[in-house]
């Protein structure tokens, strides 16, 4: 563990940290998709329940 220092000798810094933040915000972005397109739509749950909260 004492030389894990070394992965970055074989590795760009900038590059692995720009690879990351593409991965994560593409995975993001994947993440809210699906929520969106199934059972836990949060945007047509909120409307249904203001809709039998004003009735």
Do not use: T
């Amino acid at each position: 563990m004492a030389k894990f220092y070394k992965i970055w000798l074989v590795f760009d810094p900038r590059r692995v940290f720009v690879a990351q933040g593409v991965f994560l915000f593409l995975l993001a972005v994947m993440i809210h998709l699906v929520v969106l397109s199934n059972g836990v739509n949060w945007f047509e749950n909120a409307a249904a329940a203001r809709a039998a909260a004003s009735d």
